[in-house]
């Protein structure tokens, strides 16, 4: 019996509501983007060459078009109060951090000062040859499902690294 088989190289999209994260897990990217999804222009890859203390990262690579999303992924916590997103980042770029519960407001932070938040989003030079941590407070809601983004300034390059995502 013959099998065909079709394979497509395209970026991951996860299907449906699919929980990315949760804080029972640390996210090293080992295997791939992990449900990540990039913007308009940015390309994300699986990098073992460099990580922060995994074995790997995520690499986000381009110019966002004017929308400004490099990478945006659904990050799920056990609990609705008290909650912060640690993770590594290196690299490179005009970026800003956003937060929100599924259908809320955004929750915008610095760069320079990722545990306060900001009334609007402000894009700001980052850059690092080594791993920094940071941690972001998450916005206090009724649903343990939050929506990340790392945003970039439109037509501006940036390369970036990610790696031990968690929440706590």
Not at 41 to 64: H, K, Y
Not at 84 to 92: A, D, F, Q, V
Not at 116 to 137: N, Q, V
């Amino acid at each position: 019996l013959p099998v065909m088989l079709k394979l497509v190289y395209a970026p991951f999209v996860p299907s449906g509501n699919d929980s990315l994260l949760s804080s029972s897990r640390l996210l090293g990217f080992e295997t791939g983007t992990e449900g990540f999804t990039a913007g308009r222009g940015m390309v994300l890859s699986f990098d073992s060459t460099v990580s922060a203390e995994c074995r790997s990262s995520l690499r986000i690579e381009g110019v966002a078009d004017e929308t400004g999303v490099a990478v945006s992924g659904n990050i799920y916590s056990d609990s609705n109060e008290n909650r912060e997103l640690h993770l590594s980042i290196r690299g490179s770029g005009i970026i800003s951090f956003r937060i929100r519960a599924i259908g809320g407001q955004w929750q915008n932070h610095s760069v320079v000062d990722p545990e306060s938040s900001l009334t609007k989003s402000e894009y700001e030079p980052f850059s690092s040859a080594d791993f920094k941590e940071m941690t972001l407070r998450l916005p206090a809601s009724g649903t343990r499902q939050m929506e990340f983004e790392i945003r970039t300034k439109g037509n501006v390059p940036l390369k970036l690294w990610l790696d031990k995502i968690s929440v706590e």
